[in-house]
């Protein structure tokens, strides 16, 4: 049975976090948590039935490594995702996650929807540190060292209805970084991005992955985005989702994403990637037309 994971509290509006521990420098180099999915499953009522979103999942996150989830749309990349923040229960299978000082601190970035309306954008970067006692003036000094960061220095006295979504999506981006997580949980963060703004994102996340440590488990539906990210591409499978292939991602690091998209292992892994994806996600309409029919 699965059961709640170390170091999640729950969510907070998109955040979930752990116990208050003194704050580490936002440049640790400490080795981030580490995920073990070992036979998960997990079953959901629809409406016309049980579905199993996933199933026999095995997965394992080295400390400090990027993971990147593709498959197709359906197929239990959320569901997963959320498992392992503790978020939601697996029907079967267990999840562990563990960190190397006590409980790991988690941070989860989902596609929109997770900024307080309520809150300036200063206030909403500096949010999961106040849960966490740290004095205001070194909230705002964080948060604005975030904003600057991700582009957004001249709106943290702003609140989020006067951001565009793409900037909404930048602060909580910024949040979930604010805490100095053990195991950052993106899913699709980058998805509703312009263009540029998301090529300068992949860009800075990598750069604050790479002086940080954490180990970040990332969804996305770009193969483009999985590979310049990637250390490992976990491609899954049609519904029931499962692990259909974990490949190796060659590109060395620090990563300058012009270099990767003219390296010449690029397109054959591109290929490689898609050609698996295709068939899934032809897999994925024809049991849509089966279930219409
Ligand atoms: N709370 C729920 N109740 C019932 N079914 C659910 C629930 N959550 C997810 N599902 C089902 O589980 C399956 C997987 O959903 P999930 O959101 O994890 O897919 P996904 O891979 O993230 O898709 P996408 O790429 O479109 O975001 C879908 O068939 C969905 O309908
Ligand atoms: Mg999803």
Known sequence: MGRPIAGSLGPVQGLSLAPARPLSPVRRRAPGASVNVVDVGRRFEGATGPVDAIAHVHLSVAPGEFCVIVGPSG???TTLLRIVAGLEAATSGRVDVSGDAGRPRNAMVFQ???????LTVRQNVG???KLRGVPRRERERRADALLATVGLARFARSYPHQLSEGMRQRVAIARALAVDPDLLLMDEPFGALDEQTRLLLQEELLRIWENTGTTVL???????????LADRIVVMGAQPGTVKAVLPVPFSRPRALTDVRSDAAFAPLFAQIWGMLREEVLASRADIRQVRA
């Open 75 to 77: 197929c239990g990349k």
């Open 112 to 118: 929109g929807r997770s900024v307080f309306p309520w």
């Open 127 to 129: 949010y999961g540190l």
């Open 218 to 228: 990332f969804v996305t539906h770009s193969i483009d985005e999985a590979m310049v």
